[in-house]
């Protein structure tokens, strides 16, 4: 596709599961972003990958969060033994990499942990 | 149009009146800023980008001013249109430890375009 894909665009799951989050950016993208949006507030950064490596994860929360780009094209977010305070919109984001450039969002998947 | 700082988080104005949007960043080290238009149920969309070397950028109905004195930036919509009815984030891209694209987001204000 010509945008930014992200799988599920809903999720619901129980507290304590695991979840993965998939993110497919666009092509020929190397740089790629999650962010996590609750409601009302920003987006706030969680991991910038450029290529297959993790330039940045200085985001994430905690250890239950963890992310992969095997390929240095799709991501996936995963998050161990879910707690109800992970519930929000998860974002992902791409761009060129180069520097200054803008990055492309997708539609995001609301995680709900009940 | 009414301007409002980020701790304000809605401007209400007429159809047809221009828009100010503000936004106050943190890094002085920041170089490069974003304005980002969010409708609801959808992921941020880009409408503007400046680099710390230019003041102003214009763009189709919008304005980005950045003020590096004060830290300040800000986005002008002329002639406010029902569908640019949504929030609004400035981001900053913060440089640390040489070259990193992270994005640092602001809160957000709330623009309701009145018919």
């Known amino acids: 596709g010509a945008g930014v894909s992200q799988t599920p665009s809903n999720k619901v799951t129980e507290k304590g599961k695991y979840v993965e989050l998939r993110c497919d950016p666009i092509?020929?993208?190397?740089?790629l972003y999650w962010y996590r949006q609750s409601l009302g507030q920003g987006p706030e950064f969680l991991i910038y990958?450029?290529?297959?490596?993790?330039?940045?994860d200085s985001g994430l929360p905690n250890d239950r969060f963890f992310a992969v780009r095997p390929e240095g094209s799709v991501s996936t977010l995963k998050i161990q033994r879910t707690e109800r305070g992970d519930s929000a919109v998860y974002l992902c984001?791409?761009?060129?990499?180069?520097?200054?450039?803008?990055?492309?969002f997708g539609q995001g998947t609301r995680l709900t942990v009940v | 149009g009414e301007s409002v700082g980020l701790h304000l988080p809605t401007l209400s104005v007429q159809e047809g009146d221009n828009s100010i949007i503000n936004c106050a960043y943190s890094?002085?080290?920041?170089?490069?800023f974003i304005w980002y238009k969010q409708e609801s149920g959808k992921g941020p969309q880009f409408i503007i980008d400046?680099?710390?070397?230019?003041d102003k950028r214009q763009g189709q109905r919008v304005t980005v001013l950045l003020n590096k004195t004060v830290k300040h930036l800000s986005l002008q919509i002329a002639a406010t249109q029902p569908g640019d009815s949504a929030v609004y984030f400035c981001?900053?891209?913060?440089?640390?430890?040489?070259?990193?694209?992270?994005?640092?987001f602001g809160t957000g204000t709330l623009l309701a375009v009145q018919p």
């Open positions: 984001a791409s761009s060129q990499g180069q520097e200054n450039t803008e990055a492309f």
């Open positions: 092509s020929g993208h190397t740089a």
């Open positions: 990958f450029q290529g297959t490596g993790a330039a940045d």
């Open positions: 890094n002085s080290a920041s170089d490069y």
């Open positions: 400046i680099r710390s070397n230019m």
């Open positions: 981001a900053e891209k913060v440089r640390e430890r040489g070259a990193t694209n992270k994005l640092i």
